[in-house]
């Protein structure tokens, strides 16, 4: 499933552009050859195609939870989740969409810089505003309230060198019997939340491990780190796409009317099918910044809560709970491995006891 579902987005965008003649003219009528308006109606509609066209495997998913027990949501609540995601990420991509048709329409020879600024721009504004805009519609979270634990997380912060005064819990256990948490937004945005599950399930020594692992990710700046990755790979990546419109194309000014604005979208597509396709062909190297921060906070974790035995317990647990695999073939680390598998994180657990380094 992983194999086909990778390169599915990448196959739809270029499957849309390839289709160009098909939809373009009913398109440009709807947008009254405007190319804002051209560009958002583009950008709604392959977020809605490349949702449709996924949909039968991330229906196989969540058939394949429920057969195992690890999804425990029902499937009106899923269709739903299922619907809200469509509906941001139609929002999203729409004023995408209208944003490039018009760096396309006003400066067919830079626009790809505007795009990459606009990237930066969005990157940064996704990851602020992620915890008060879009997590919310998801899930409900609530502060810790277990003042034991309170007191152990302030004292974690506390040998981190970090603040810890937003540690929320949220509902996972009205979707899944799996335990996990993270540490999302920048600044003021900041939080942490931990799963429901993993509170329910876990012993208080392994909670705290986790708790040192986010933490670790505070104090290293991770969020800020990770944004800036994706900031600075999106120039590359807009001159790229620029590069192959330009190939398709041609650079010349698209002019005004219908067929300008035609021109317009056609680049427009062009543009996101070469996007997609230079986004799925970096997975490794964005797995491989992702693993990479994740070995720094959990050795540096482990140096905060000092407890090697609990961090072995919870990925024992954790590959327990969650069904997962403590040892995937490399292949698919190298393309889905986000963090260190769980025999490698137990393996630093290991060293750090012997008090290696
Ligand atoms: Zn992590």
Redesign the pocket.
């Known amino acids: 499933m992983a194999a086909i579902g990778a390169p599915l987005g990448a196959a739809t965008a270029v499957g849309v552009a390839l289709l160009g003649s098909r939809w373009r003219p009913p398109l440009v009528r709807a947008a009254r050859a405007r190319p804002w308006r051209a560009g958002a109606l583009f950008g709604a509609g392959l977020a809605v195609v490349t949702t449709a066209i996924a949909l039968p495997l991330s229906g196989a998913r969540y058939a394949w939870g429920r057969d195992y027990g690890i999804v425990t949501q029902g499937l009106p609540a899923w269709l739903l989740d299922v619907a809200k995601g469509l509906g941001i990420q139609m929002l999203i991509s729409a004023g995408i969409g209208a944003g490039v048709a018009v760096a396309i329409a006003r400066a067919p020879r830079a626009w790809w810089a505007l795009v990459a600024l606009g990237a930066a721009v969005l990157i940064y504004a996704l990851t602020v505003l992620s915890p008060l805009l879009l997590e919310p519609v998801f899930q409900k979270t609530a502060p810790l309230r277990d003042p034991a634990l309170s007191a152990q997380v302030l004292e974690l912060a506390d040998r981190a060198g970090v603040e810890a005064d937003d540690v929320k819990v949220n509902d996972a256990s009205a979707r899944t019997t799996a335990a996990n948490a993270?540490v999302s937004g920048l600044g003021d945005s900041r939080h942490i939340v931990l799963f429901d599950t993993l509170l329910r399930d876990f012993p208080d020594d392994q909670v705290r491990m986790v708790v040192a692992?986010?933490l670790a990710?505070v104090e290293r700046r991770h969020l800020l780190k990770g944004a800036t990755w994706g900031a600075a790979l999106a120039i590359p990546a807009a001159l790229l796409a620029f590069a192959i419109v330009g190939w398709r194309t041609g650079f010349g000014a698209p002019g005004g009317g219908p067929e300008g604005t035609s021109l317009v979208v056609r680049r427009l597509a062009i543009a996101a099918a070469s996007a997609a396709v230079i986004g799925a062909l970096s997975a490794p190297l964005m797995t491989w910044v992702s693993r990479a921060?994740?070995r720094e906070?959990?050795w540096r974790g482990l140096a905060i809560s000092a407890d090697p035995d609990a961090a072995i317990g919870l990925q024992q647990g954790l590959v327990d709970r969650s069904l997962g695999v403590p040892d995937p073939p490399e292949a698919v680390q190298v393309w889905f491995g986000t963090?260190p598998t769980a025999l490698e994180r137990i393996g630093m657990a290991l060293r750090a006891r012997d008090g290696g380094s």
């Open positions: 993270y692992h986010e990710h921060y994740e906070a959990e963090h």
